[in-house]
């Protein structure tokens, strides 16, 4: 092997398999990692369900009175007089006006310019010096590189190029300085404007595009001294005046800050008040906007008169709240998904989709608008994930689960609860038998049909207006048309960054006109024969074991694309050709053979094949030798050594039963060629086949039981019988002699 291919195979990364050992060392399997994840989970989902920005949101969720409903308590009487608060996104509407007429505040540094002549000053001296041949102090402004172009130049123009930057650069910086350098870059600023205090007590207005700052000092520079000093010097001169360009504009975060919030308290909060006695709301009344707005304002006052909402026992309540609803699918992976259960990568997943639904479910309320946000929650498109990822009846817990939370950090909304619900249970056993990616996009009228019949009924029941119900279908539509996409998008992130590529994503390799297989079957014939029939047998052996068929079937059809490259020298695609093996020394053969590993991961990386297909590349082979060409070896070695290591595959050894069974089936698929005259030969040369492979550990990692091996014994020799069965001979009809003129007449 050369050295190329050996550097490329150990740049190779194999990422585990699904059935890698579920040893508790390991991190994907640790429970000391089980329980981190846990525990992040319940505080992310704590903090979207106990933190708000605004103590009203808090107070408002406490509330499941909405515009429309009935209002079916007791009439509400004002004990006391208090201020009708704003709406939250109105508030917020005016305050981030308010805040966006507010000016960036920089303070005027006036040392900054003649401090900045000086340096200039200072490294013209220095450089003056360097023409004249003295260049003693110039290394501290300046590298051989940045001095290489100019010089090229003759004495002359070096001087003439020097009197030209000396003078530009000069009214460059004074240019600069007239309207300022800031110290930060100007493009982060929103405002067109910004404030200026200049010492001790003034304050002027500048126009943002007249200050520059580090990001555009030089491009201006560039343009500015385009067509004034010569090509040779423009880098030069550019380098010198971005050291010399002494900020003179400082940013003041602190003053910023401030005239933010002077802006934020010149809203105010309040648009009314509400007298003592006064009736807020009567029973049987419908909620409008308005009386909503006064039941927030009395329940926030009520609040205010006696302590905070934030409290130790407030935390721990949501603490409890949040970990409770997460416990329910816990209890369900650990009682019914064990294997999901135990695995920390898929453990995670569940859990970020969790924590993400709680974050759509937070952002709902916090973002300030009139829509019905709550009807973009993600969820159904979670739940079709989940269903694809894992399984339909996972996926139903999942969403379970997920619509407990959305309901819980929205303040017992049931409403949304309920819909989000009922459409991603529609959602995900839409999904349970996908067969193709344009399938999920079917569930686009799934998922609108689910949130559609929940707001529709639930609207009736409450009375709500038509404009509200209006606003909750468009926000519907909009999430299941969405939703398909986000999936697949998911999907294809998980397929991608983690091992679990899923049989969806399999299916898309089955096809034999994959390009790959399609160059197969044209360069190397014979190995494209041997590959179909050895995938028939491994689908078959991984059936009757209980492994993946599919992902089986898969690997198989890829084992051996690595042939393609050089197919001539392997036995099943020499046709009227002769053995290339009979001019070469038999390490060099064993090399080409060897080869086929390596030349097939790179053409699976270069096509992007997943990690899990471009495992059974090497691990077919394993650490095996390649007996031919070693026993040749030690035929001609005359009793020197010959060392082994030079003859085996690079490995790694297969990690799991779909891995094993192709190496089994890959070797014993040549004896169907073979003609043996008695079952039991062909028992023994299967046998043989399997037995040398585990005396030479090469199914050590596979995780392949002793019950496993036998069946996978039985199901090969089945299968060969079943292809090389002998053919009957058949008797073929004699053929009628002719009637002759003398037998006729003997019969007449």
Known sequence: MTDTKKTLLKKIRYKESDTISHSKKSPRYSNKTKVIIFIITAIFCTFFFAFHFNTQKSISLKFSAKPGNIWTSQPL????????????????????????NALPVFVFE???????????????????????????????YFTLDDLKQFDGLNPA??????????????????????????????????????SLQIPPNSIKILPRDLVTDSTTINEKASKYLNNKISTASLELSIKIISRCGIPNLIYSKTLTDQSFTLAEQSVAKTEGIVRKGESIVSKGHVVTNDILKKIRSYENSKLLRSESIYSIWYFLGSFGHATLIYTILLIYLFFIRKKIFYDNLQISILSVLLILIAFMSWLSIELSTPLPLEFLILLPAFSMLSAIVFDSRTAFYVTVTMALMVSGIRGNDYDVGLSMMFAGTLAAYTVRDIQSRTQMFLSIFYILIGLSVSIVVIGLERSADMTTSLNKLLMALINSAFSPL?????????????????????QEYVNLNHPILAKLGELASGTYQHTLSMAQLAERCAVAINANPLLTKVGAYFHDIGKISKPEYFSENQIDIDNKHDMLSPRKSADAIKNHVVDGIKLAHDNNL???????????????????????????????????????????????KETAVVMICDSIEAL?????????????????????????????????????????????????????????????????????????????
């Open 77 to 100: 009487i004002a004990d006391f007089t208090f201020p009708i608060y704003k709406d939250l996104s109105e508030y917020n509407k005016e305050v981030s006006k308010a805040k966006d």
């Open 110 to 140: 006036s040392s900054a310019q003649n401090q900045s002549t000086k340096n200039l000053n200072l490294i013209l001296i220095n450089f003056q010096n360097y023409i004249n041949g003295n260049p003693n102090n110039i290394g501290a």
């Open 157 to 194: 123009q070096k001087l003439k190029d020097f009197t030209s930057m000396s003078k530009f650069i000069k009214i460059y910086l004074n240019e600069i300085y007239r309207y300022g350098l800031s110290n930060i870059s100007i493009s982060q600023l929103k405002n067109n404007e910004v």
């Open 486 to 506: 986000i999936t697949y998008g998911l999907l294809f992130v998980i397929e991608r960054t983690t091992n679990l590529t899923t049989d969806l994503r399999l």
């Open 610 to 656: 997943p990690q899990r297909i471009i495992d059974f590349i090497p691990m077919h082979h394993g650490t095996s030798i390649v007996k031919h060409f070693y026993a040749k070896a030690l035929e001609i070695a005359n009793g020197e050594h010959v060392n082994d290591e030079d003859f085996r595959y690079p490995g790694p050894k297969p990690n799991s």
């Open 672 to 748: 169907s060629r073979v003609p043996f005259k008695e079952k039991e030969d062909l028992e023994k040369a299967v046998d043989k086949s399997i037995k040398d492979k585990l005396l030479d550990g090469q199914l050590d990692e596979s995780n392949l039981t002793m019950t496993d091996i036998n069946i996978i014994k039985e199901t090969c020799i089945k299968f060969i019988q079943s292809i090389s069965h002998p053919r009957v001979e058949y008797k073929e009809i004699p053929e009628e002699k002719p009637e002759t003129d003398v037998e006729l007449g003997n019969e007449v």
